[in-house]
């Protein structure tokens, strides 16, 4: 089983910044995948981004340019740096990670960016 903890979620205005963090219950050296999704009202969970155990990563095109995932293997912890935050970045943020073929989800962090 892997725990994972997310936090850093807010109000903030557009424009402005916030850091997601997503702390696993078990070390995230040479981890598979872990990333970001994200939800917002009446929509359908979208891919935000996600990093490889090998560090390379992917983002969706809305938010290439703006949001960077880093990790800290001591913390056992990945972030979501968000820049540049626009009004339709509001949503519920998921973190996941992949294990032996398993995904695993946080409970989620709330994002609202306001006009």
């Known amino acids: 089983q892997v725990q994972l903890v997310e936090s850093g979620g807010g109000l903030v205005q557009a424009g402005g910044s916030l850091r997601l963090s997503c702390a696993s219950s078990?070390?995230?050296?040479?981890?598979?995948?872990m990333g970001w999704y994200r939800q917002a009202p009446g929509k359908q969970r979208e891919l935000v981004g996600a990093?490889?155990?090998?560090?390379?990563?992917n983002y969706a095109d809305s938010v290439k340019g703006r949001f960077t995932i880093s990790r800290d293997n001591a913390k056992n912890t990945v972030y979501l740096q968000m820049s540049s935050l626009k009004p339709e970045d509001t949503a519920t943020y998921y973190c996941?990670?992949?294990?032996?073929?398993?995904?695993?989800w946080g409970q989620g962090t709330q994002v609202t960016v306001s006009s």
């Open positions: 990093m490889t155990s090998s560090g390379s990563t």
């Open positions: 078990r070390s995230i050296f040479g981890m598979n995948v």
């Open positions: 996941y990670r992949e294990v032996a073929g398993l995904r695993y």
